[in-house]
């Protein structure tokens, strides 16, 4: 029993869950809902899919990580950081299918998830610091500019597809020169930034995506926006898809192995350091390779569900806390609840602008940006803001996916660097 509860530590929670726990998780899990819901909405949008996808991409993880886990407290979800990567391989690959760009995004998930899980069961955990602090930044950064100028296109009302960051300027500088730019569509979109933006400074616990949800729908509905041009979410598809491996051919899916890997590094990066660091607050052990081999059932799980890539949520799993968050049930009745709206009340979003989901999306990447970090690497050491650069050019030149793969080459580089120097300091 003792080593099934540690393969699966949702029996243990169930097993030592205590009763005054219960309405800090069922209130915390009520106070996320209202965050997951805009949050997998607006990443699904931006990695070029529909909407719903969001809705699955959080629904089934948040099930199959409360089961697996080894974090009580982590929330798992869609992410701004693997948006890019996700859409670098739907947006060419789906050639405007709707049907296409779910499947290779659920596939992309699957074998990223299959990856995370073998790495996990080799006790590879260690990956996690391949990408190393300096070049993180770098790479970051240059993932939040991708997102910020893609999604500026949606709040001008129109789409880009560029692969780069340069393509992505290329494109929006076009599409403004051809008519394409909807005045009410980015009149709704600014002002939803506006009010994220300002939310964020006046307080974090605001829950200002789910704000801005409300006052979009609001708006819609006021205001006629749908008649104005202003493209609308519409109603969901009723209830959750039959689990089914994506239908993809194989010379397809073979193109897709080297973005699952950049996903995959970058999906545990993000989820290795926020896990450590929410165990140490908690006064709890976070084995790495337990993590990483849930995080990549969750992935499998998430496209078998026509979900996309996942990651836990930097922003997300913070606002669990603050709301008292006890255990995985906090989670699970998010998932519950959105479980719900998919099934009796899919017309909840009907109203809902998609420029609305956009400027959540470019909130989040804003929030990606650590100016403070940078200005830290430049006082203190010059090489590797060199390096943090050179990760941030790498991505804007190659794109997401061929720029994981020289953060990994930089980062590695930079230990190499480093190396001697320890050695010296062990010397006799």
């Known amino acids: 029993m003792g080593r099934l509860t540690r393969l699966v530590p949702g029996l243990e929670q169930v097993r030592t869950y205590q009763r005054r726990w219960f309405v800090h998780d069922v209130t915390a899990g009520v106070v996320l809902t209202g965050l997951l819901a805009p949050a997998g909405m607006a990443y699904a949008t931006a990695s070029g899919l529909p909407a719903v996808t969001g809705l699955y991409a959080t629904i089934i993880p948040l099930f199959v990580y409360a089961l697996v886990g080894p974090s009580r407290i982590l929330?798992?979800?869609?992410?701004?950081?693997?948006?890019?990567?996700?859409?670098?391989?739907?947006?060419?690959?789906?050639?405007?299918?709707?049907?296409?760009?779910?499947?290779?995004?659920?596939?992309?998930?699957?074998?990223?998830?299959?990856?995370?899980?073998?790495?996990?069961?080799?006790?590879?955990?260690?990956?996690?610091?391949?990408?190393?602090?300096?070049?993180?930044?770098?790479?970051?950064?240059?993932?939040?500019?991708?997102?910020?100028?893609?999604?500026?296109?949606?709040?001008?009302?129109?789409?880009?597809?560029?692969?780069?960051?340069?393509?992505?300027?290329?494109?929006?500088?076009?599409?403004?020169?051809?008519?394409?730019?909807?005045?009410?569509?980015?009149?709704?979109?600014?002002?939803?930034?506006?009010?994220?933006?300002?939310?964020?400074w006046l307080e974090r616990r605001i829950p200002a995506p789910l704000v801005?949800?409300?006052?979009?729908?609001?708006?819609?509905?006021?205001?006629?926006?749908?008649?104005?041009?202003?493209?609308?979410?519409?109603?969901?598809?009723?209830?959750?898809?039959?689990?089914?491996?994506?239908?993809?051919?194989?010379?397809?899916?073979?193109?897709?192995?080297?973005?699952?890997?950049?996903?995959?590094?970058?999906?545990?990066?993000?989820?290795?350091?926020?896990?450590?660091?929410?165990a140490l607050r908690r006064h709890e052990h976070v084995d790495a390779n337990h993590e990483l081999v849930a995080l990549g059932m969750s992935n499998v799980a998430s496209g078998f569900f026509q979900g996309f890539a996942i990651s836990a949520s930097n922003s997300r799993t913070p606002v669990a806390e603050a709301a008292g968050s006890r255990t995985q049930l906090t989670g699970v009745v998010s998932a519950v609840a959105l479980l719900v709206i998919t099934a009796f009340i899919p017309s909840t979003f009907r109203h809902l602008p998609d420029a609305a989901l956009a400027a959540i999306v470019v909130a989040a990447a804003i929030s990606l940006i650590d100016i403070p970090s940078m200005v830290?690497?430049?006082?203190?050491?010059?090489?590797?803001?060199?390096?943090?650069?050179?990760?941030?050019?790498?991505?804007?030149?190659?794109?997401?996916?061929?720029?994981?793969?020289?953060?990994v080459g930089l980062s590695i580089l930079n230990f190499m660097r480093q190396v001697p120097q320890f050695a010296e300091l062990d010397a006799p």
């Open 376 to 407: 830290r690497l430049w006082k203190v050491r010059r090489s590797e803001f060199v390096l943090s650069v050179a990760a941030f050019a790498a991505v804007a030149v190659f794109g997401p996916v061929n720029g994981v793969v020289v953060a």
């Open 75 to 200: 929330v798992l979800g869609p992410d701004s950081s693997l948006t890019p990567l996700i859409a670098a391989s739907v947006i060419p690959l789906a050639a405007g299918s709707v049907h296409d760009a779910i499947a290779v995004a659920s596939m992309l998930s699957i074998i990223a998830g299959l990856v995370c899980v073998v790495a996990g069961l080799a006790r590879f955990g260690f990956i996690a610091e391949l990408l190393s602090a300096p070049v993180r930044y770098g790479y970051l950064h240059g993932i939040a500019l991708t997102i910020i100028v893609s999604q500026t296109a949606k709040i001008c009302g129109f789409s880009v597809g560029g692969e780069t960051i340069i393509g992505e300027v290329e494109q929006f500088v076009d599409g403004l020169h051809d008519g394409l730019f909807s005045g009410w569509t980015f009149i709704v979109g600014a002002a939803c930034v506006g009010v994220l933006v300002l939310l964020r």
């Open 212 to 278: 801005v949800v409300i006052l979009g729908i609001v708006a819609a509905t006021v205001a006629d926006l749908g008649s104005r041009g202003v493209s609308l979410v519409g109603d969901l598809p009723q209830g959750l898809p039959s689990p089914s491996l994506p239908d993809l051919d194989w010379s397809t899916t073979r193109t897709l192995f080297g973005a699952a890997l950049g996903v995959a590094l970058v999906s545990f990066a993000d989820t290795s350091v926020l896990s450590r660091t929410m």
